[in-house]
Structure formats: structure tokens, C-alpha cells
């Protein structure tokens, strides 16, 4: 059995790419199930109760050699702890390659689109497979979250074409309507811990020196209601700085998008996250805010932005 499954955090993305592309892979004589590696936020159980699917479950210890397909990513500090000891069989993936290596050949498919929802539509064509109004749903849920309704500069005319097909064959007519109310379940927090909130869509990335890099985690809350999330700034402060201590972090970052007006506010936990925020991004930290103007994308403003600010020099 083929196990496949998306990154830690999980996000809409990366549970519906692994409820989609196990199928896929069934349907193509693969013996494939889907798994998850963590909880699901608001946003992909509103996505999963709505079309009527249970969420995969939470991907077993595998045994060394075991195979498994990675999807929506391919850096260790993502997957699963053991991800170095497992048989990398396939790929399929819409962010830059990290840390991946395979001891067999393996299929990979990358490609620069908004969404891996995208890239599983490709691969229904190409395989001559029609797309069931199930798999239809659960891809259009996921274009629609990761180009945030096409708001992110992520978003590609792949990924809108994408929409346009798979709405009506999932039986969705109106589509800015669904897509808000995926945000609204997005942003219903209610009493969530507020660990829970920054680790909701959280991810840790390897910056600089190669032979020793220093470890960033960098979460994003997405949102139509970013007053909610700042009335609980000192609480949000307090889990960056004990997920900080506890990780053994150089830094943690927690970025507050407003979907709506597409903006990005973002939580400065010390002097040192308001020092490499002031520097690499050229914005004034105020307090423990900094104001990133329209940068919304972590994978396309964020992240490349830091990877070029600890580039060692020379």
C-alpha cells in the first residue's frame, strides 16, 4: 500500500491533494489511501462536511523502506519525521524544491502554479480520466483557499482555467459565494488555544548557511476578521515565544492576512524578528506589528524575501 499524504499543518491543499491523488492513483491500478499529518483547521473541515468525506487518517509510523507520495510538499521539515527512511515513490508539488532526496528513481511532478488542485486536474487529463464531481469539489475547494479566490500573486491563468472547469462538474454555480464561505469558516475561531492558532498554517523553513542553517518558523492566519486576531495579540506573543524555546527557533513569525482587503500585518515576537523584518522587507516595526503592506504569500513574497537576507555574503 502506497501511503500519501501532504505536510505538517495541514491545509486544504494538502488533504484534499491527498484524498484526490490517492484516488487518482487507484483508479490507475495503484494501491493508494490517503493520510493526513496533523489536525484540520476550520477551513478544510467546512470543505470536507460540505461535500460529505471523512478525513483521511492520521498517517501510522511507517517501517523503513515503506512508500509513500508526497503532496503540496517535499522539504523534511514538513513531513513526516521519519520522511529520510521512507521510499520516496512520487511527487507531486506547486512550491520550490527543498531538502528532498530519493534512493530510487522517482516521479515528480512540480509545477510554478497556485495550487496543487491544479497540477491533480493535469494529471487526470493526461491520464484520460474523467473527473468524478467528488474530486471535482474537493480541487476547486483547493485552488479556490491557496489563490485565496485569486487574490494571491500565486495565482496563475492555470489555476483560473482550473476553476472554471471543475465548478460545474462539481455542481457549484456560484463561486465567489462558496469561496466566501470558506473564508468565513476560516475565520471562525472562536476559543481556539492560541498554539493551536499560530501552528494552524505553520511551517518551518531552514534559512542561510548551508552546512548549519538557522531555523524560522513562520505561521500565517488568514482571515476576514483580523480585529479577532489582534484582540488576542498577547496571547499570540506568548505561544510564538514558547514555540520559539521549545523548537529551539532563531525566530517564529506569524503574519495576519486580511483576505478581503489583502493586506498583511504581521506579529514581531522580539528585537531580533523586527531587526530582520526592518532590513530584509524595508518596512518600520511598530512595537510587536509590522505592517507588510501587500505581501500575502509566504511561499512568493515571505519566504523568498528571507531565503535572499541570509544568503551568505561573498
Known amino acids: 500500500m502506497l501511503a500519501v499524504f501532504g505536510h505538517l499543518n495541514p491545509d486544504t491543499d494538502a488533504i484534499t491533494a491527498a484524498l484526490v491523488y490517492a484516488r487518482l492513483l487507484t483508479r490507475q491500478g495503484v494501491d493508494a489511501q490517503a493520510f493526513r499529518l496533523g489536525e484540520l483547521n476550520f477551513e478544510t473541515a467546512f ?40 521510499n520516496v515513490t512520487r511527487v507531486v508539488d506547486h512550491h520550490k524544491l527543498g531538502d528532498l532526496s530519493t534512493t530510487q528513481p522517482a516521479y515528480l511532478r512540480f509545477e510554478p502554479v497556485g495550487c496543487t488542485g491544479t497540477i491533480l486536474l493535469k494529471l487526470h487529463r493526461e491520464a484520460g480520466l ?20 485569486f487574490r494571491s500573486p500565486t495565482t496563475t491563468p492555470e489555476d483560473r482555467d482550473a476553476v472554471a472547469f471543475l465548478a460545474p462538474v462539481a455542481g457549484i454555480e456560484d463561486v465567489e459565494a462558496y469561496a466566501l464561505a470558506m473564508f468565513a469558516a476560516k475565520s471562525d475561531l472562536g476559543d481556539t488555544p492560541a498554539e493551536a ?16 542553517p538557522q531555523a524560522w518558523g513562520i505561521g500565517v492566519i488568514e482571515t476576514t476578521n483580523p480585529a479577532y486576531v489582534f484582540g488576542r495579540q498577547a496571547e499570540l506573543l506568548a505561544a510564538m515565544d514558547q514555540v520559539k524555546a521549545q523548537d529551539g527557533l532563531a525566530g517564529v513569525l506569524l503574519s495576519v492576512v486580511d483576505i478581503l482587503n489583502e493586506t498583511n500585518r504581521t506579529l514581531v515576537l522580539s528585537a531580533t524578528e523586527g531587526r530582520v523584518l526592518s532590513e530584509a522587507f524595508g518596512v518600520k516595526v511598530d512595537g510587536p506589528v509590522a505592517d507588510l503592506g501587500g505581501r500575502i504569500s509566504r511561499k512568493k513574497q515571505i519566504v523568498p524575501t528571507l531565503e535572499g537576507y541570509f544568503a551568505p555574503q561573498g
Open 197 to 212: 492558532l499560530l501552528r494552524m498554517d505553520y511551517k518551518v523553513f531552514p534559512f542561510g548557511d548551508v552546512a548549519a
Open 47 to 86: 470543505v470536507l462536511r460540505e461535500a460529505g468525506v471523512d478525513a483521511p487518517p492520521l498517517l501510522p509510523e511507517l517501517p523503513a523502506g515503506a512508500s509513500v507520495a508526497l503532496v503540496d510538499h517535499n522539504e523534511s521539515a514538513q513531513s513526516a519525521p521519519n520522511l529520510a527512511e521512507l
Open 130 to 149: 474523467t473527473v468524478e464531481p467528488l474530486d471535482a469539489r474537493l480541487m476547486l475547494s483547493a485552488v479556490l483557499s491557496d489563490t485565496l479566490h
